[in-house]
Each structure stands twice: as structure tokens, then as C-alpha cells.
């Protein structure tokens, strides 16, 4: 507000000056008090120049607390609640998210069930990739998903794929793993990255066990 009204009354000094120097110079055509208007006009000259130097110096101290007013008001902001990007450094071993991989018709999850899929072929039996099974429990009738169903020698098994993920639910796995041995089906189950890695011989030993198996 300070500088608001400083500005105000300079400008209208400046009207002043700008009047004052117009009716002198018109008085000094008209030789009205001849040569005042010569002997004035260095002290206008310097009062222009004066004005201009208190000018730009204002617009200077304005532009500055403009610039400490916005940042006052960016440190009084709250900050953003975005969530924090995931440090990947800090989460090597963090499960992989499910996906949907193409290959000969079937849809697989991992590259690991991609990896059991092409030893299974190999091995001419036949299997059914992620199939969903109705079957009993205690209670009623529910509806479950495995990863390979595979018949061998006349034998139904079911080979698991156990990701990271599987830590965290061994129980109820346990579970459904206990009802598909009710219905006659042998349930083993292997650790993604055994399969990724080996997979020629988790599906031999998955074969041993079935054809070995009592159900």
C-alpha cells in the first residue's frame, strides 16, 4: 500500500512538471518572460532522470516481495499425498503380478507355467492348462483353479506352480489340496522358480509320483 500511494504522488508530481514546463514553453514562444524555459529545463531533465531511477527501483522492491510472498505461501501448502513411487532396490524378491501369456491356444500366468507347459509337451501326456474344477468340500459344492491338470498312465495329478505368493496362504492350501485328494486326484506342487529353472526335471518327478501314486 506504501509503495501504491508513492507511486500515486509521483505521477502526479510528474503531471505537474510535464504542465508546468508546457505553459513555460508556451509563454517563451509567445516571448513571455523570454529564456525561463531554457534556464529551466536542465532541473527538469534532472527530475525526469530522478523519477526514472525511483521508479525502477520500486518496481525492483515490488517484484521482491512478490517473489517472498509466493514463496511463503509454497511452504505453507501441504504437501502432496500422491503415494511414493516403489523403490525398486529395495523389493528384488517382490512377486511377480499375474499376466495373461499366449502359447499354443492356451493362456498361461507366469513364464515359469510356460516353462512346465513346453516340458509337459515334450513329454507327450496330456494336460490342461489353468483349468477351473467343480468339486465337493464339507459343506457344498465350490468352484477352484489349478495350474496344470495332467493325466499319465491312466492317473489324474494336479502340478502347482507356487509363486511368492503361496508363503502367506500354506493352509488354505493345504486344504484344497486335501479335497482334490478326496476326488482321487495327487496334488504336488513345486516352487516357480524350480520350475523356471528346472523344468525338464520337475515335471519328471511330478510324472514319477503320479505314476507311482495309489489314487
Known sequence: MRFLKSALLIRRLMLLVALIALILTALDLFNILPGVAVKLTPVLLAFIIL??????RQQRR?????RNISRKLNKQSPRSTAAPKPNKKRQPNAPPEYRSIAWHGLTLRSQSEVKIAKALDN???LFLAD??????????????????LVQYQGKWGILEVDGPHHQQSTESD?????????HRLLVVRFPA????????????????KLAASNL
Request: charged share 30%; proline share 4%; aromatic share 12%.
Open 123 to 125: 513329454k507327450d501326456v
Open 62 to 66: 515490488s517484484h521482491q516481495v512478490i
Open 51 to 56: 523519477y526514472l531511477l525511483y521508479t525502477n
Open 131 to 148: 483349468p477351473k474344477i467343480r468339486l465337493n468340500t464339507e459343506s457344498h459344492r465350490q468352484t477352484r483353479e489349478v495350474d496344470f
Open 193 to 208: 522358480d524350480q520350475c523356471y529353472r528346472q523344468p525338464d526335471q520337475v515335471v519328471a518327478t511330478f510324472l514319477q
Open 174 to 182: 493345504q486344504w484344497r489340496d486335501a479335497r482334490f485328494t478326496e
